[in-house]
Structure formats: structure tokens, C-alpha cells
């Protein structure tokens, strides 16, 4: 049982955060084991940015993808540029307000996480409520465990605020459907 | 005033025994967790984080953090803590690892026992700051000047920054000498479970203090409490009157330079209180070896792809193993001979154009053919080309 995952965007959206919670959740609040990579450029705004993450229930000794299961974008350059090494099976998981150009000839989930962000009256936890949709797209993870890994994660002051958009993005996720 | 390490207090302050963390704050809690009360330092990247995580942490248990104005004065300010008695520690990366090469062999030649954290990048020079190499590990064991031994682990895992942190101070001092863990911007920045060993988990060795008379005592002789070839440790301020300096020295610290018998008897004594030992301090883990065929030898971040290949070859019935040195130096000759005297091919995967293949084609069996597989510009090798060259073998 293995998941390799890639969450990108652009510099300060915070999806190095998200790739360290959903790491977090398989590791430290489940009984995986995960290892979690990044790279991004020299900006702290802007420029394409990705997080890594490998799950599996065995050691993990390769700590980089070679086969990307979960692919989530949340920015337009993002999308475009760290989709080289997907596969058929490939699942695809994109914000369309962020990524208005995602025609790729294959189903995908779309889930508004922008604008669930918006709705909360703070678009700076976009990237929770992408987690809570990743939460409850992919059945990898027990979403208690991901929630935990949230909570964790984030300045106390604003776990309630993150709570809701992690459990606004799981609801929109398990609804969600590829298309 | 000597800090006393307080583990109570460490361990509160590291917080949940089972984190997900990079490898460069592993560094920092192995640091914390051995009891270390001194860090020097200059940023660099990769190896930035653990400094970040001295400045926060250190404080909080009565350590002191010092940012230096540039990476000699760093080491240099890590000696001194030492001889105060603290154990201290520096994180750098090559350009600092290159500036640390004088004082480096300092710390070899007055016997102080210091770590250095050496998160590796790609060069020469500055190369490419934010990627992983595998560099260095010809300079720690060659790179300052004259004759010596290295002592110089090699993580492969976030949890072995941590724990081969603590075995790097352990040996440190236990043998009185400036310990490398040499790491890499790959593993540096991997995030990756760790859990934090319990005291009884994780024996700590400390410098032997000097106890006998203070007017007979020699700083730089072998120990007359313990028989080793170790001196007891005369930490200043203690009431031994102490020379310290890098000159070569006769037993009490003083510079004894012109003749041949006295230099040969000091460097022979502080290489040989290490390579004595090779065999009990060795460190290796032997993966589907009992059966192998073909093996790699390796260490740090390239055994991960090699494992991972390893694991794939065997699936189709190819008898590949694996040798992983934690303690590159000294280095496991007795090992690696062993294995190529069983394997017909030994491939040595490393993010540099060929180091630790050196001492692997000289202390193997003639009969074994030795093949490097070299890659560098920042990208770890890939578990599929390693197959395939277990594939053709």
C-alpha cells in the first residue's frame, strides 16, 4: 500500500505546509510511514512551488516520486509545469478558479477551495481546505488523522478558523466527483 | 559556570517523542539530546535549519547560540567551548567546510573534541546551494594538511541525523577528536518520522576529566587513569596548567618541533588511538547480502535509491545485496574486503564523480570488479537505473 503524492502552486500558498500535514497525518497520527520533499525558488511570494509526499506501509528507501498517485495544483504555472510523470491511474485534484486552463483531455476533480477559503473570510487557509479535500477524495488517510495533523500545524490562534476549512474542503471533496 | 545537562528539561522542550521533522533539525535535537551547551555558527545553505533550530532551541536549556561572522571563526569559537568544557558543535555546508580546514586539523592536532555537522552541496565553490551532493567525503577524510585519521558518519535517514548526531559525540568524546556527520542537502531537507530515543535508549560517553596531581599531570600523554592512548581532558579554568597548541608537542602541551622521533611518536599516537579501534567502532548494515552476487557499496543518500533497487532486483530473482557504511571513517576496510572476496561486482552509486570508490577498489579483493556509478548536478540516482545496471551484471 503506497501513495505518492504532489501538491504544487505558487510560492507562499502554502503548500509545503499542506505536504507537511498530510505527511504528518500518515506518520506521527497514523501508523505509516512518509517522507516529504519540496523545492522552490529563491522568491518567498510567487514562482512555482511544490511539496512531495510518500506514503506507504513499508520503508520507504527512494524518498522522490517515480509515479504520481495524487496530483494536486492550486496554481495555473504550477499545473502546468510538474505534470510530466503522471499516469492513467493518476488521481487529479485542482482548484478550477485557480487553474482556469485544465482541459487535459481527462476527468478531474474540481473543488473550490479558494472560494471556501473566501467564505471563511480568509483566503490564507486555501490550502487547508485543499487538504480537507484531499482528505476526503483519497481514502488513504483517516480524515480524523489528517484533522489532528491540522490542528497540529498551525498557530493556535487560528485552529478554529483552519478547522472549518479542512472540514468545509472534506465535505466538498467526498462530494466531489471527476469530470 | 559548567552546564549541566538537565534531560528533564531537553526533552520538554523537543516536545512529542514522535515527530515529522527534516533531517537538519534531527541534527539539532541529537545535538540538544547529547548534551551539547555550545553552537557556532554562520548560515548556509543547506545546512541553515540547523542553526535555526540551535538559535531556538539551545537557549531553552541553558546552551548558548552564537551566530559567527564566517565559518573559521565558527569552528575556532567551537574549540574554545570545548577547552571550557561544553560540548559544541558547528553546521556548515562545503564553501564552510572548506573555510573549517585549518582549524579542523587544529582540533585533530590538540585533541579537542568537537562535532561538525557538514550538510553536503554540490561544487566546487558555491555550486548549487539548495541541492544534495555527496562532495566532501574525500576532504573530511584528506582535506587539511598532513597525516590523520577521520571519524565520519553518513546518514541515510531523518532519524539517523538525530541518532548518529549523538554517536558522533559520543566518539568524539571518547576519543578526543573533531567528529564529521557528514550529511546532504537531500536528507538535510527530507522531512521524515522521527521518534526521540529514551535516556536508557541512548548511552552518552563523556571526555575523561583530568583528576590525578595537578603538578605531575600531562595534558598530551596517555591517559594514567585509564591505560588508553586517549589523554584525560584538562578542561580550563580546572586548575591544570595547560599549553595548547597546534605545533607539534611533547606530553606536556609544549611546541617540541625539530626532531623526527618526537613528531612520528604524537601523530602516530593520535592516529593510531582511532584505527586501533576500526574494527570495534564499525558501523555498516548488510541488506540481502548472505546470497548476493552483485552488491552496492554505499552510504548516506545514495543507499536509499540502492536499497530501493535492491528491493526491485530481487523481484526478479537477481541476487543483488547491499552494504551501507553509517561510519565511512575510518574506513570498514575488513567489511568491504569481506563482501567483494562473496560478490562478483561491487557498484558504488554516489552524488559525486567517484570518492568513497577509492578505499573500495583498494582494500578489495583483486578478483572483484569494482564499477562506479557517479551522478551529479543535485539529483539522487534513480532506483531504475541502478536496476538496470544490477541487470547487466
Known amino acids: 500500500m503506497k501513495r505518492e503524492v504532489r501538491i504544487c502552486g505558487f510560492g507562499g500558498q502554502g503548500v509545503i505546509l499542506a505536504g507537511f500535514i498530510w505527511g504528518k497525518a500518515a506518520c506521527v497520527f497514523g501508523d505509516l510511514n512518509a517522507v516529504q520533499s519540496q523545492s522552490y525558488g529563491p522568491e518567498a511570494r510567487g514562482g512555482a512551488a511544490r511539496s512531495e509526499v510518500l506514503i506507504s506501509d513499508e520503508k520507504i528507501g527512494y524518498p522522490r516520486p517515480t509515479g504520481v498517485d495524487l496530483y494536486v495544483a492550486m496554481a495555473q504555472e504550477a499545473f502546468n509545469t510538474y505534470r510530466d510523470d503522471l499516469h492513467e491511474n493518476t488521481v487529479i485534484i485542482i482548484d478550477p478558479d485557480l487553474v482556469p486552463n485544465h482541459d487535459i483531455g481527462r476527468p478531474i476533480y474540481k473543488v473550490r477551495v479558494q472560494k471556501i477559503a473566501e467564505d471563511l473570510g480568509n483566503k490564507i487557509v486555501t490550502n487547508i481546505a485543499m487538504v480537507g479535500a484531499m482528505a476526503g477524495i483519497d481514502d488513504l488517510l483517516d480524515p480524523e488523522s489528517v484533522k489532528k495533523a491540522v490542528v497540529d500545524s498551525v498557530p493556535k490562534r487560528f485552529i478554529d478558523l483552519n478547522v472549518n476549512a479542512f472540514e468545509r474542503g472534506l465535505e466538498a471533496g467526498k462530494n466531489a466527483r471527476p469530470e | ?393
Open chain 2, 1 to 393: 559556570m559548567k552546564y549541566e545537562r538537565d534531560p528533564v528539561r531537553i526533552r520538554k522542550v523537543l516536545g512529542e517523542k514522535v515527530q515529522f521533522i527534516q533531517g537538519d533539525m534531527a541534527v539539532a535535537y541529537g545535538g540538544l539530546l547529547s548534551g551539547v551547551s555550545f553552537f557556532g555558527g554562520y548560515p548556509i545553505t543547506p545546512a541553515s535549519e540547523v542553526a535555526e533550530g540551535m538559535a531556538r532551541l539551545l537557549p531553552r536549556v541553558g546552551g548558548c547560540f552564537i551566530q559567527m561572522e564566517d565559518e573559521i571563526a565558527s569552528i575556532a569559537a567551537v574549540i574554545g567551548a570545548a577547552w571550557g568544557g561544553a560540548k559544541a558543535m558547528t553546521a556548515t555546508s562545503g564553501p564552510g567546510f572548506s573555510l573549517m580546514m585549518e582549524n579542523y586539523g587544529y582540533a585533530i592536532m590538540t585533541e579537542t573534541p568537537c562535532v561538525i555537522a557538514n550538510v553536503q552541496r554540490t561544487g566546487p565553490s558555491t555550486g548549487q546551494p539548495t541541492l544534495g551532493a555527496q562532495g566532501d567525503m574525500m576532504q573530511v577524510r584528506w582535506g587539511t594538511h598532513g597525516d590523520m585519521e577521520a571519524i565520519a558518519y553518513a546518514p541515510s535517514t531523518v532519524q539517523e541525523c538525530l541518532d548518529m548526531t549523538i554517536d558522533s559525540f559520543n566518539l568524539s568524546e571518547k576519543y578526543r577528536h573533531p567528529v564529521c556527520l557528514m550529511t546532504d542537502g537531500e536528507v538535510g531537507h527530507l522531512r521524515e518520522k522521527v521518534v526521540i530515543p529514551e535516556e536508557e535508549e541512548m548511552p552518552l560517553i563523556e571526555r575523561v576529566e583530568a583528576t590525578t596531581d595537578k603538578e605531575t599531570f600531562l595534558p598530551f600523554a596517555e591517559s594514567p587513569t585509564t591505560g588508553s592512548k586517549v589523554p584525560d581532558f584538562p578542561t580550563f579554568g580546572s586548575g591544570y596548567r595547560t599549553y595548547v597548541t597546534g605545533l607539534t608537542h611533547n606530553d606536556k602541551g609544549f611546541p617540541k618541533t625539530d626532531k623526527q622521533p618526537d613528531h612520528e611518536r604524537l601523530v602516530m599516537r593520535i592516529i593510531t588511538k582511532i584505527t586501533d579501534d576500526r574494527e570495534e567502532m564499525t558501523d555498516v548494515e548488510e541488506i540481502e547480502l548472505e546470497d548476493a552476487e552483485v552488491a552496492f557499496v554505499t552510504y548516506g543518500a545514495s543507499a536509499r535509491p540502492a536499497e530501493s533497487a535492491v528491493a526491485m532486483a530481487r523481484a526478479k530473482g537477481i541476487k543483488a545485496g547491499m552494504l551501507r557504511m553509517k561510519l565511512c571513517w575510518p574506513f570498514p576496510r575488513h567489511i568491504v574486503n569481506k563482501v567483494s572476496k562473496q560478490v562478483d561486482k561491487i557498484i558504488v552509486p554516489e552524488m559525486n564523480l567517484g570518492q568513497m570508490y577509492h578505499p573500495i577498489v583498494e582494500y578489495s579483493d583483486p578478483g572483484c570488479e569494482i564499477v562506479l556509478a557517479p551522478k551529479i548536478g543535485g539529483e539522487m540516482h534513480l532506483p531504475q537505473e541502478l536496476l538496470e545496471m544490477l541487470e547487466v551484471s
